[in-house]
């Protein structure tokens, strides 16, 4: 893996762990986005909350750098969900899965699945958010078909997800069609 490629990584929570789509535990994982979100050579760029796992569309300069940056994000969510429930112990699964996103169409479908897997699992959302999973880092996505669901909205303090730099996640994936705010992804395609 080289750093010219974006990395879509999921992490799954251990059973005895609450589930996450709760806006207190949420806000937890949110602090842990905004103090990890960009550290030497690891940025994590988009992200969905689910209940049992959480997925991220990550840019890292090497293997390593992906592995450490994933290990501090994850450290930094334990502490703070052990803390909120009153737990010990990891709360993530050892192993994350990571798939290297080489192409444009690849990266539009891995946006769309990030952004939008709430939608794909068919979980209701807050009309107050106007189709938008408010678990994710829908805000402060650019890439939408239109941006009125905005509307009367505000972001959170703390900007919690980093500027990607990668060509791929930047630019390359957008003749490919912005992302509609309804739209359903597909399944994750390798």
């Known amino acids: 893996m080289t750093g010219r490629f974006p990395v879509h990584v999921t992490v799954r929570i251990r059973r005895d762990v609450p589930g996450l789509r709760n806006f207190e535990r949420a806000q937890v994982l949110r ?5 990890g979100c ?4 690891f940025r994590i760029c988009q992200f969905s909350i689910q209940g049992n796992h ?10 390593d750098r992906l592995a ?3 290990q501090g994000w994850s450290i930094r969510v334990a502490r703070g969900l052990n803390r ?24 539009r479908n891995t946006l769309c699945y990030v952004l939008q897997n709430a939608r794909r699992h068919g979980a209701e959302l807050d009309r107050r958010w106007h189709g938008v999973d408010p678990f994710s880092s829908a805000w402060w996505f650019d890439g939408w ?20 730099r990668s060509w791929l996640l930047t630019a390359g994936w957008r003749p490919r069609g912005l992302i509609g705010v309804t739209e359903v992804p597909p399944a994750a395609r390798p």
């Not at 569309?57 to 293997?63: L, T």
């Not at 429930?85 to 169409?105: D, L, N, Q």
């Open 54 to 63: 959480v997925h991220l569309v990550c840019e890292a300069s090497s293997a």
């Open 31 to 35: 602090t842990a986005f905004v103090n």
């Open 38 to 41: 960009d550290k030497l050579g």
């Open 84 to 107: 909120m429930v009153g737990r010990t112990g990891s709360v993530f699964f050892e192993r994350y899965g990571a798939t290297v996103i080489k192409t444009p169409s690849q990266m």
């Open 145 to 164: 078909a239109h941006q009125r669901w905005r509307l009367g909205l505000a972001p959170a303090d703390g900007r919690p997800v980093a500027t990607a």
């Open 68 to 70: 450490r940056g994933m």
